[in-house]
């Protein structure tokens, strides 16, 4: 059984461009958690989705950043005209049930 | 607010030591928290997790204990290793918060 996987590993940006983060959950779990981690901080929690719907997205800012969780396919979160200040570390997680939540290896923005 | 945070944002031990990492938390209402090891460049991993309704659980080498009583959690790593080297989180799951994480460091 595969874990999840993230992709792009690593990603450079310029300022202004589109940053478009792929998340594929581990088999069977159909709830997916999105992580902002700065360096030497911990996990922000930024949105949890299940297919097809938002359940929380407390933690996304309002403006440029947006995630879905579509019937067929990965996990996107996409961030829109990006800034210096969106260099992080996205992490994805997934769930089979709301609890235990198992962790992609994470994808790096940097914008320039 | 509610939160989870950690006590100590670093800890040194020596190989062979034991180590304890301590977590506290807000949310009377938690019920279910997990410990994760992220080491260097890596997502974070499932270590052991822990119900309300228990006070100790022990893995391999990994014990996690509960304190309702003063909301604090800790983790104890008997015997610790170089690949124990480390940032621990705690994490409880109801609210989906973790702490800034306590940074261990194994020296040899």
């Known amino acids: 059984n595969a874990g999840v996987m993230q992709n792009p590993r690593h990603l450079v940006r310029r300022r202004g461009q589109e940053a478009r983060l792929r998340c594929s959950p581990m088999k069977g779990h159909s709830h997916v958690y999105w992580y902002r981690q700065l360096p030497e901080e911990g996990l922000k929690f930024m949105v949890y989705?299940?297919?097809?719907?938002?359940?929380?997205e407390s933690g996304m800012p309002k403006e440029r950043f947006s995630a879905e969780f579509p019937k067929e396919g990965p996990s996107i979160l996409r961030i829109q005209q990006v800034v210096r200040g969106d260099s992080a570390a996205y992490f994805c997680?997934?769930?089979?049930?709301?609890?235990?939540?198992?962790f992609g290896p994470g994808t790096r923005l940097l914008v320039l | 607010g509610e939160s989870v945070g950690l006590h100590l944002p670093t800890l040194s031990v020596q190989e062979g030591d034991n180590s304890i990492i301590n977590c506290a938390y807000s949310n009377s209402a938690s019920d279910y928290f997990i410990w994760y090891k992220q080491e260097s460049g890596k997502g974070p991993q499932f270590i052991i997790d822990i119900r309300s309704n228990m006070d100790k659980r022990q893995g391999q080498r990994v014990t996690v204990l509960l304190n309702k009583t003063v909301k604090h959690l800790s983790l104890q790593i008997a015997a610790t290793q170089p690949g124990d080297s480390a940032v621990y989180f705690c994490?409880?799951?109801?609210?989906?918060?973790f702490g800034a994480g306590t940074r261990l460091t194994v020296k040899p």
């Open positions: 989705l299940q297919k097809e719907n938002i359940i929380d």
């Open positions: 994490a409880e799951t109801n609210d989906m918060r």
């Open positions: 997680a997934s769930s089979p049930n709301e609890e235990t939540q198992y």
